[in-house]
């Protein structure tokens, strides 16, 4: 091979410079000819660990769905999960371990408020898409954050869906308060007291608790002391499982209502009969109603991925997260590149995932993102219902 001098290599080596940053063999961060990279941070382990593990084990049975059909596009779809216990300070350091060192396509799956405050703007400056994060804050449906995807409904919707059936279904009047401390119980919050405004309606009481603890006995106290006749729970499993267990074992039995945050099946496997009469609100189908059929799908994958593993909301959701993903993809072509997923989603697009469709709108998100409730029975499965009758707490 002759090489080339003088201004006439440099020249050469400038225009070699010029196709390699945007020929056709440059492709976007976290694309390789043969895989697409997407991050995780959540809780993996913790108070809310449940939740992190059910997030990523239905993001990866998705992901092995397509990767069993050869892909998108003749990429595999990898994922990288990273633990922060559920704690923002952590989550910012994975998060940027992510962005940085593994230099991966789009963050899914993350678990939690405070730690999406904290993580979805990191995203956002490194024009990262943050995909349906296991939260219903409202702050992630600015118009500013415009690389966020939810496809959950906001905790507004969930406040809005329990005070709708305990004041209409059971004639409920005083209904109190039992939430975390931090900004996802403070978004809560606000969320029941606008559904209780609407309604000429005032708390009748509320009471917090420290995240990732289970120190609830002080709560306890001020909430029984105004003998509410339901208490709406915005809080993990654990000390949300505690409050109910110490309060039926004083004799405190209102109407308990958690959200769907909690994550409803280690909230039954943690109540045990105690669990029995205890409403869920849900963002998902019911998971095992398998004549949908991503209902269907899912038990498939999550079998193939796990022959041990049980279906439920939390893996259901990441199922759900992980399928929307694959199909916008595939919209997008063979040179995916962030911008171009975004625009798939978020342009007025709509997607039938068999038999649940997803349809969102332009500076809006998701649009009419359904809730669901549930009632726990006492053997610990979960029974889905379209009204509270008061013959499911007798």
Known sequence: ??????????????????????????????????????????????????????????????????????????????????????????????????????????????????????????????????????????????????????????????????????????????????????????????GVKQALDRRGLELAAEATYERNTVAVRSALRVLKRAEPQAVVMVGAYRPCAEFIRLARKSGFNPVFVNISFVGATALASELGPDGAGVIVSEVVPFPWDTSIEVVADYHAALRALDAGASPDFVSLEGYLAGRLVVAALRRVGPEPTRQALLAAINDDASFDLGGLTMTFEAGVGIKDPPVFLTVLQSDGSFRPVDRLDPKLFR
Not at 109 to 116: E, F, I, M, R
């Open 1 to 190: 091979m002759v090489g080339l001098r003088g201004s006439a290599g440099a020249m050469f080596s400038a225009l070699l410079a010029v196709f390699c940053a945007t020929g056709a063999g440059a492709a976007e961060v976290g694309v390789s000819s043969t895989a697409i990279l997407f991050g995780q941070v959540a809780a993996l382990s913790g108070a809310a660990s449940a939740l992190g593990q059910g997030m990523r084990r239905g993001i990866e049975a998705a992901f092995g769905d397509a990767n069993r059909a050869g892909g998108v596009h003749g990429r595999q779809l990898k994922l990288i999960s990273r633990d922060d216990g559920y704690e923002p300070d952590r989550s910012v350091v994975e998060t940027r371990r992510l962005i940085e060192d593994d230099k991966v396509f789009a963050l899914i799956g993350a678990v939690g408020t405070p730690t999406a405050s904290r993580t979805a703007p990191m995203a956002s400056a490194a024009n990262l898409p943050f995909i349906a994060p296991f939260t219903g804050a409202r702050f992630l449906r600015a118009p500013e954050l415009a690389n966020v995807v939810n496809i959950r409904a906001s905790y507004a919707a969930e406040a809005e869906a329990w005070i709708k059936h305990l004041t209409e279904d059971l004639h409920l009047t005083s209904i109190a308060i039992f939430y975390q401390d931090d900004s996802f119980g403070q978004d809560s919050l606000a």
